[in-house]
C-alpha cells in the first residue's frame, strides 16, 4: 500500500501536530507501507525512509506560526508517478482541496485529520465574527472524506455539531522513555534557583490563543501572596514573549527547547500549568504527567479529557486565574494528593504507545482501500469497522 500524506509540516519536534504526523510516518514505515509525504517545511534530522515533496506556501496574516500551501504546476505529475492508494490531508486548504479533487478523480480513498482549531483562534484577534464561516467552510471540506479523524471526544463532538460527519476519534501516543521522570536534573533546577522551592512550568507556543493572560494572573497571585515560594519556569517562544517578560520579571523564559532540554525541562518541574481553551488535544499536557508532573489545565478543550482520563492533574474553569491559582495552590499544599496525581499519571501514559494508536489508523487505511467507501454508505462502513 502506497500513502500520499499532506502533512503541511513535517517536522519530528515543531509542534504537537508536526509530532503527530511525524510519528504516524514512523508506524507506516514499520509497517512497510510507502509513503509520500508533501510538505512546505525545511526537513531537518529526517530518518525516515519516505519520498518528500516541497510545497510552496504563504503565512496567514492572523496566525504567524502558520502557513498554508499552494498547489503547483508540478504536483499532479508527482501523485501520478507516486501512484498513492489512499490520501491522507492534514491541512484543509487550497493543496488540501487539490488533493481532495485528485482522489475523487482517480476513485481513491480520503481521509482528513482536524489538528488545529482555527475558529477558536478567531476570537484572540477579535475576529469572532468570521467563525461560522470559517466552519461552514469546513464542514464542506471535511465532509468530502471518507473518514475525518479527531484526537479527542472534545474536539469530535465539536466538529459533528458544525455538521461534520463520519468522526473518528484518532488519539496521541507518548514515548516514555524521552519523556520520563528519570530526566529530572538538580543542577537544571539550580539554574533555575529553584533548590529549594517547586517549580511551575507553562512549555508551549507564546501566542495570544493560549491563555498566557491566565498563566500571568497565577503569576501574579503568587508575586502578590508568596513571591519567593514558587519559580515560574516559561518553555517556548512566540510573539508574546518580550511583553510576557516584562510583566513576569521573577520568571525563567528558556526558549524553544527540543530533545534532551525539554525532557529534562519537564521531568525537573513539579507541575504544569496549561490554561489554554482552544486545543484540540494537548499534546503537552500528556508529555508533562508522562514526565512525572500533575497537570492544571483548562476544563474547555482536549486536556480536560486527559485529565479526566487520567486522573493525572485538575482542571480550572477556563479564563478564570483565580481558579487556576486555586488549582495550583491546593496540589503544592497537598503533597500526598500531588503524589497520587503523579502516579495516577505515571501509570496512564505508560499504556499509551504510539503503535497501539497508530494502528488503528492503518487497519482504518486498509479497509478503505480494500474496501472503498462513498459518503452514501460511510456510516454503514463506519459502525461495521
Not at 496574516?61 to 490520501?87: H, T, V
Request: glycine share 8%; charged share 25%; net charge positive.
Amino acid at each position: 500500500m502506497k500513502v500520499a500524506l499532506y502533512a503541511g509540516m513535517f517536522r519530528r519536534d515543531h509542534d504537537g501536530a508536526t509530532r503527530t504526523l511525524y510519528r504516524l510516518a514512523e508506524s507506516l514505515h514499520h509497517h512497510e507501507i510507502d509513503i509520500g509525504v508533501w510538505s512546505f517545511s525545511q526537513v531537518d534530522n529526517l530518518d525516515l525512509p519516505v519520498s518528500l515533496f516541497h510545497l510552496p506556501s504563504i503565512q496567514l496574516p492572523f496566525f504567524p506560526d502558520y502557513r498554508f500551501s499552494l498547489p503547483y504546476g508540478r504536483i499532479k505529475r508527482e501523485l501520478d508517478a507516486f501512484q498513492p492508494d489512499l490520501i491522507h490531508i492534514s491541512v484543509p486548504d487550497l493543496m488540501g482541496l487539490f488533493l481532495l479533487r485528485y482522489g475523487a478523480q482517480k476513485r481513491l480513498p480520503v481521509v482528513a485529520s482536524f489538528h488545529t482549531d482555527f475558529p477558536s483562534y478567531l476570537s484572540s484577534f477579535g475576529l469572532q465574527f468570521l467563525q461560522k464561516s470559517l466552519w461552514d467552510w469546513l464542514a464542506w471540506f471535511f465532509n468530502q472524506a471518507d473518514i475525518v479523524y479527531a484526537p479527542s471526544r472534545h474536539t469530535a463532538n465539536n466538529l459533528e455539531e458544525h455538521g461534520i460527519q463520519g468522526v473518528r476519534i484518532w488519539s496521541r501516543g507518548i514515548d516514555t522513555q524521552i519523556f520520563n521522570p528519570r530526566h529530572r536534573r538538580r543542577e537544571l533546577r539550580r539554574n533555575w534557583n529553584a533548590d529549594s522551592r517547586p517549580v511551575i512550568l507553562y512549555c508551549g507556543r507564546l501566542v495570544p490563543y493560549k491563555g498566557l493572560d491566565v498563566f500571568q494572573g497565577v503569576y501574579d497571585r503568587f508575586q502578590k501572596t508568596a513571591p519567593d515560594s514558587v519559580r515560574f519556569v516559561i518553555a517556548g517562544d512566540g510573539p508574546l514573549r518580550e511583553d510576557l517578560q516584562r510583566q513576569m520579571p521573577a520568571a525563567i523564559f528558556t526558549g524553544f527547547l527540543r530533545g534532551t532540554d525539554l525532557s529534562r525541562a519537564y521531568a525537573s518541574a513539579d507541575l504544569f500549568l496549561f490554561p489554554s481553551a482552544t486545543e484540540t488535544f494537548g499534546n503537552v499536557v500528556q508529555e508533562a504527567i508522562a514526565s512525572g508532573i500533575p497537570a492544571v489545565v483548562s476544563d474547555q478543550g482536549g486536556p480536560q479529557e486527559i485529565i479526566g482520563e487520567s486522573g493525572g492533574g485538575l482542571a480550572a474553569a477556563a479564563g478564570d486565574s483565580d481558579d487556576f491559582y486555586s488549582k495550583c495552590r491546593k496540589l503544592l499544599d497537598q503533597p500526598r494528593l500531588h503524589r497520587q496525581l503523579r502516579r495516577n499519571g505515571l501509570d496512564y501514559t505508560q499504556k499509551r504507545t504510539w503503535e497501539m494508536i497508530n494502528g488503528r489508523v492503518i487497519r482504518d487505511y486498509r479497509l478503505l482501500v480494500d474496501h472503498p467507501t462513498t459518503a452514501s454508505n460511510r456510516s454503514l462502513w463506519l459502525r461495521a469497522s
